[in-house]
Nanobody, 123 residues
Framework: QLQFVESGGGLVQPGGSLRLSCAAS????????IGWFRQAPGKEREGVSC????????NYADSVKGRFTISRDNAKNTVYLQMNSLKPEDTAVYYC????????????????WGQGTQVTVSS
């Protein structure tokens, strides 16, 4: 059974950092592009970043460029999202998802989803 487990969320002060992890089980991540998405209360789910199956290409939403870094370790079947200089508007549930040969930040390009991890940025 394909499954993602996201971890690393929590409460952080503005300007702080968190690293999210997305660990896959039941399948090998090597074949998939992986995206990170977030959904704030009352808002639609939006794409944050994605990385190609090899890790050679990445894409970021304008709102997080220069602050967030996506990476992957296929040997550990895990993808990461390093989030620095966090802002209150980054508060959301963060999800990882797997897609085939895509560098899109559209939710419709991704098939398998995790359950999410809460990130709260507040003083």
């Amino acid at each position: 059974q394909l499954q993602f487990v996201e971890s690393g969320g929590g409460l952080v002060q503005p300007g702080g950092s968190l690293r999210l992890s997305c660990a896959a089980s039941g399948f090998t991540l090597d074949y998939y592009a992986i995206g990170w998405f977030r959904q704030a209360p009352g808002k639609e789910r939006e794409g944050v970043s994605c990385i190609s199956n090899s890790g050679g290409s990445t894409n970021y939403a304008d709102s997080v460029k220069g602050r967030f870094t996506i990476s992957r370790d296929n040997a550990k079947n895990t993808v990461y999202l390093q989030m620095n200089s966090l802002k209150p508007e980054d508060t959301a549930v963060y999800y990882c998802a797997a897609g085939i040969q895509t560098m899109s930040l559209s939710v419709y390009e991704y098939t398998y989803w995790g359950q999410g991890t809460q990130v709260t940025v507040s003083s």
